[in-house]
């Protein structure tokens, strides 16, 4: 069974069972959107959904939900 994720942004998810903080997400994103703060993952609202951060995420622990039209 998934674990549950946070909402760390209104379109971003993560799971932190899955992450193993190795800061791939935060070093592809062109928008400087996201960082850890200790073990906690933050969104500084930014995020165009270009989907780079849960392209190369190793271990799947973050989830772009779609824009709502």
Not at 3 to 32: F, M, N, R
Not at 57 to 64: L, N, R, T, Y
Request: aromatic fraction near 8%; hydrophobic fraction near 30%.
């Amino acid at each position: 069974m998934a674990k549950q994720g946070q909402a760390i942004d209104p379109l971003l998810t993560w799971t932190p069972d899955y992450c193993k903080h190795c800061s791939t997400c935060i070093t592809i994103c062109p928008v400087e959107n996201l960082e850890f703060r200790g073990d906690e993952m933050f969104s500084l609202g930014k995020c165009t959904q270009c989907l780079l951060c849960t392209k190369y995420c190793p271990d799947f622990a973050i989830e772009v939900e779609p824009k709502k039209k």
